[in-house]
């Protein structure tokens, strides 16, 4: 598989229509707006460190794993600090890990050992 491949493959662990359904439990903060923007958190993501190409250095892949972790801080922040809670994160830390991993990257040279979401994540 192809390094665009890889990164492209690891939508199929998004999180996020599986998200929408708590809003069948009461949990309002999961709309389709909020889950769209995450998305496009993770989509951006991809897109940039396809755009980089599998030969650019750590420092500039983890640059955009940098602004997508900084950037969810940012959409939880203004959600009240309600959407990203435990199983979320979790769902997040995977996935950040997933992408780290199709990106040619090893996710536990970061976050002490617990992936790049680590480094900057307050959630």
Known sequence: ???????????????????QKGLEFGLEQYTRENCDRARQIFDDLIDGLNSFGADASEADKLGR??????????????????????????????LFDEVCRAAGMNPTDYGDGEGPASEWRDW
């Open 1 to 19: 598989m192809t390094y665009t491949e890889k990164l492209y493959a690891s939508k199929q662990h998004y999180p996020f229509d599986r998200w």
């Open 65 to 94: 794993f940098k602004t997508a972790v900084l950037a969810l801080n940012d959409l939880n922040e203004e959600l009240g600090e309600c959407f990203i809670e435990t199983s979320e994160r979790e769902d997040l830390c995977e």
